[in-house]
């Protein structure tokens, strides 16, 4: 998936739109973006055979660099930041509207040199990381962190036959 492509996967029981927005490929197919996605959701106790919505968009490094500056108040590119739709006011009003993650695959290539890993495989962890922001897991205590560490191993060793955690020692 390359360019600005837009995939838009309805069924009865998930709406995910895909969109990628910079010049380079993606090393992943929809469908493995969406197991990806189900995944989680099954991991951390939801259905997911609901309703759910989302979108995941591919931005270049400028793009996340000034969403990171304006949204987080760090001024740096980074490989994914998720909004989630059940953060603030009248989030419970929308249960099925999980939010957006917007990934810069560029960054994400560098991380898989970084840590030892493949393209493709730090895409999909990625993907994983993002998704669990959206169902509510962050990482800013010690406590937080390890509990979505584990649940990264879990859905990623349920994915990817070759994953022993991600190397960031």
């Known amino acids: 998936m390359q360019g600005s492509s837009i995939l838009i996967r309805k069924n009865k029981t998930m709406n995910i739109c895909i969109q990628n927005q910079t010049d380079r490929s993606i090393p992943l197919r929809p469908g493995e973006i969406?197991?990806?996605?189900?995944?989680?959701?099954?991991?951390?106790?939801?259905?997911?055979?609901?309703?759910?919505?989302?979108?995941?968009?591919?931005?270049?490094?400028?793009?996340?660099?000034?969403?990171?500056?304006?949204?987080?108040g760090i001024d740096r590119a980074t490989d994914v930041i998720s909004f989630a739709f059940q953060d603030g006011e009248g989030a419970g009003f929308t249960p099925f509207l999980l939010g957006d993650m917007f990934i810069c695959p560029e960054i994400v290539e560098k991380h898989s040199i970084k840590y030892n890993s493949t393209y493709r495989t730090e895409m999909l962890f990625v993907i994983v990381h993002g998704m669990l922001h959206l169902l509510g897991f962050d990482h800013d205590t010690l406590s937080e962190r390890k509990k979505m560490r584990e649940s990264e191993d879990i859905i990623m060793a349920g994915l990817d036959k070759d994953w022993t955690g991600r190397n960031e020692n």
């Not at 106790?45 to 990171?68: L, W």
Request: proline letters at 5%.
């Open 34 to 72: 969406r197991a990806y996605i189900k995944k989680a959701i099954k991991i951390c106790g939801r259905r997911p055979a609901d309703p759910y919505e989302m979108s995941v968009v591919f931005v270049d490094r400028d793009e996340i660099r000034a969403m990171n500056r304006d949204y987080r």
